[in-house]
Nanobody, 124 residues
C-alpha cells in the first residue's frame, strides 16, 4: 500500500511563491512517474505537472509552464512542486499522485494512488 501526504499549501498573494511537497511511504515509488493535479471549486480536476520515473522527463500544463517546476528526491521519497508568480486562477486543492508506469503521463487514469490534497489560495 502506498500513502501520499501533501503539504505546503496556504494563503498567499498574487505574485508570491509556494512549494508543495508530497511524501510517499509504504512502498518504493522511485521507478514510477509522479504527478500533480488540481481541482478548483466547481471545476473538474486537471493535470498540472508530471515527472517521469527517471526524474529527467517533465511535462506541464500550458497554464503553469514557466512558473511551476516539478522535482523529486528519491532518497527522501518526496516530490515537490515549486510554484512561482502565483495567480488567483491557481487557487485550488492540489493533489499528488503516483503513476502506474515509468513514463510521464497527463492522463489521470494512469495514476493509481492519490494524496488527500492541500489547499492553495491566491488572493488578488
Amino acid at each position: 500500500q502506498v500513502q501520499l501526504v501533501e503539504s505546503g499549501g496556504g494563503l498567499v498573494q498574487a505574485g508570491d511563491s509556494l512549494r508543495l511537497s508530497c511524501a510517499a511511504s509504504g512502498r518504493t515509488f522511485s521507478t514510477y512517474a509522479m504527478g500533480w493535479f488540481r481541482q478548483a471549486p466547481g471545476k473538474e480536476r486537471e493535470f498540472v505537472a508530471v515527472i517521469g520515473g527517471s526524474g529527467d522527463s517533465t511535462d506541464y500544463a500550458d497554464s503553469v509552464k514557466g512558473r511551476f517546476t516539478i522535482s523529486r528526491d528519491k532518497a527522501k521519497n518526496t516530490v515537490y512542486l515549486q510554484m512561482n508568480s502565483l495567480k488567483p486562477e491557481d487557487t485550488a486543492v492540489y493533489y499528488c499522485a503516483k503513476g502506474q508506469y515509468y513514463l510521464a503521463s497527463y492522463n489521470q487514469r494512469e495514476y493509481d494512488y492519490w494524496g488527500q490534497g492541500t489547499q492553495v489560495t491566491v488572493s488578488s
